[in-house]
């Protein structure tokens, strides 16, 4: 199929759509992996004074820029809209609302434009990140996926085929750093506000690592985070002052070091020596920077997307719709929207 697909499309470009959450973002993108427009609109600032994501708003907002965010995602790629070889779109998981606009819109475009659709998982979204203008980049490798919503390991044995070895049983990597951010007063998201605050304090608090059974891979976060609460409540109960770049800090040390562990031994156990990550949590320095000297002690090779493709952008949603079309997968226009959409798994 490939060798075929590649005769027939040469030069693929794929106009793709994202809408899962916050961020109403559109790219143009070539052959999986060249970027020829990214554009993103982040509803931060609306849904920043709730403390997080509010869906109805966010459905909302998504419609009121669906139409400028994509027309500039064109004009940006200086291509018309008869150009594209095929559209492509997240439908899940997500918020319903919220993905629905993307579907929407992305199933009107195909059909007025009369080019194929083709239905993108957000995670696989993610994972294809590391792909974008990476060339030599390719599977099989162990993926970290840490984002807002999910904490994941994913064996990725090729473009196509993903086994999730270990997940989260309870909070994402990414809700920690925002709840434990709540706790400690700063504004949602967190992760970013986390990460800046830890290189002013140093990680001199003791805070649970979370590994679980010998043989797991899932990971366990709330226990992390309760840990983090109780302890600012008991200074605020005794009057103790704490630093809160302390919290920060340790905090995000101990995070950081059952996520490398995880991803270290998993690589191992597969026999494989290539580890990537995704996701929003991906784009912290922290995570980056340990998980690169991990990989150096183990003579791995680490892959991480620039941090404008770790969190939510439309550019891995159109590297990853690469890969499932020249499977031969694409959609029908009744394509629906799955908010709990399992990963690896085929509607
Ligand atoms: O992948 P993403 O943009 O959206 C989801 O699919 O969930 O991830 C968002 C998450 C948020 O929890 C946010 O706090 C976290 O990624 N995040 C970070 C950083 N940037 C975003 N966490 C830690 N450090 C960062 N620099
Ligand atoms: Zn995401």
Same mark, same amino acid.
């Given at each position: 199929?490939?060798?075929?697909?590649?005769?027939?499309?040469p030069?693929?470009?794929?106009?793709?759509?994202?809408?899962?959450?916050?961020?109403?973002?559109?790219?143009?993108?070539?052959?999986?992996?060249?970027?020829l427009?990214?554009?993103?609109?982040?509803?931060?600032?609306?849904?920043?004074?709730?403390?997080?994501?509010?869906?109805?708003?966010?459905s909302?907002?998504?419609?009121?820029?669906?139409?400028?965010?994509?027309?500039?995602?064109?004009?940006?790629a200086?291509?018309?809209?008869?150009q594209?070889?095929?559209?492509?779109?997240?439908?899940?998981?997500?918020?319903?609302?919220?993905?629905?606009?993307?579907?929407?819109?992305?199933?009107?475009?195909?059909?007025?434009a009369?080019k194929?659709?083709?239905?993108?998982?957000?995670?696989?979204?993610?994972?294809?990140a590391?792909?974008?203008?990476?060339?030599a980049?390719?599977?099989?490798?162990?993926?970290?996926?840490?984002?807002?919503?999910?904490?994941?390991?994913?064996h990725?044995s090729?473009?196509?085929?993903?086994?999730?070895?270990?997940k989260?049983?309870?909070?994402?990597?990414?809700?920690?750093?925002?709840? #434990? @951010?709540?706790? =400690?007063? *700063?504004?949602?998201?967190? %992760?970013?506000?986390?990460?800046? $605050? +830890?290189?002013?304090?140093?990680?001199?608090?003791?805070?649970?690592?979370?590994?679980?059974?010998?043989?797991?891979?899932?990971?366990?976060?709330?226990?992390?985070?309760?840990?983090?609460?109780?302890?600012?409540?008991?200074?605020?109960?005794?009057?103790?002052?704490?630093?809160?770049?302390?919290?920060?800090?340790?905090f995000?040390?101990?995070?950081?070091?059952?996520? #490398? @562990?995880?991803? =270290?031994? *998993?690589?191992?156990?597969? %026999?494989?020596?290539?580890?990537? $990550? +995704?996701?929003?949590?991906?784009?912290?320095?922290?995570?980056?920077?340990?998980?690169q000297?991990?990989?150096?002690?183990?003579?791995?090779?680490?892959?991480?997307?620039?941090?404008?493709?770790?969190t939510?952008?439309?550019?891995?949603?159109?590297?990853?719709?690469?890969?499932?079309w020249?499977?031969?997968?694409?959609?029908?226009?009744?394509?629906?929207?799955y908010?709990?959409?399992?990963?690896?798994y085929?509607?």
């Amino acid at each position: 199929m490939s060798l075929e697909f590649r005769q027939v499309y040469p030069d693929a470009t794929i106009l793709a759509i994202e809408t899962s959450c916050d961020e109403t973002a559109a790219a143009v993108v070539k052959n999986g992996r060249q970027v020829l427009s990214n554009v993103i609109s982040s509803q931060i600032n609306v849904h920043k004074k709730y403390g997080g994501v509010v869906p109805e708003i966010a459905s909302r907002k998504h419609i009121e820029m669906i139409d400028e965010v994509v027309e500039q995602a064109l004009v940006d790629a200086q291509m018309e809209m008869g150009q594209i070889d095929a559209v492509a779109v997240t439908y899940g998981p997500g918020l319903v609302g919220a993905l629905l606009v993307g579907l929407s819109f992305a199933k009107a475009f195909a059909f007025a434009a009369n080019k194929p659709l083709i239905g993108v998982h957000h995670i696989e979204g993610h994972i294809a990140a590391n792909y974008i203008e990476n060339e030599a980049f390719a599977p099989p490798f162990i993926c970290l996926v840490v984002s807002g919503g999910h904490t994941h390991l994913v064996h990725v044995s090729d473009y196509h085929v993903f086994e999730v070895i270990g997940k989260t049983r309870d909070d994402a990597a990414g809700e920690a750093y925002d709840k #434990v @951010a709540r706790t =400690i007063g *700063l504004p949602y998201p967190g %992760g970013p506000e986390i990460e800046k $605050l +830890a290189k002013l304090g140093q990680p001199n608090i003791k805070f649970p690592r979370v590994l679980l059974e010998e043989d797991s891979f899932d990971f366990s976060f709330s226990g992390l985070k309760s840990a983090v609460l109780n302890y600012v409540n008991k200074c605020n109960m005794t009057g103790e002052a704490y630093e809160r770049a302390d919290v920060a800090a340790s905090f995000q040390q101990a995070a950081v070091d059952v996520l #490398v @562990a995880k991803a =270290i031994k *998993l690589c191992k156990q597969r %026999g494989l020596k290539k580890i990537a $990550l +995704a996701g929003g949590v991906s784009a912290n320095s922290f995570l980056r920077e340990e998980m690169q000297k991990a990989c150096q002690l183990e003579n791995f090779e680490l892959n991480i997307p620039k941090p404008i493709f770790c969190t939510d952008n439309a550019a891995m949603i159109g590297a990853a719709a690469y890969f499932e079309w020249m499977q031969g997968k694409t959609a029908p226009l009744d394509l629906n929207a799955y908010p709990g959409l399992k990963l690896g798994y085929r509607i």
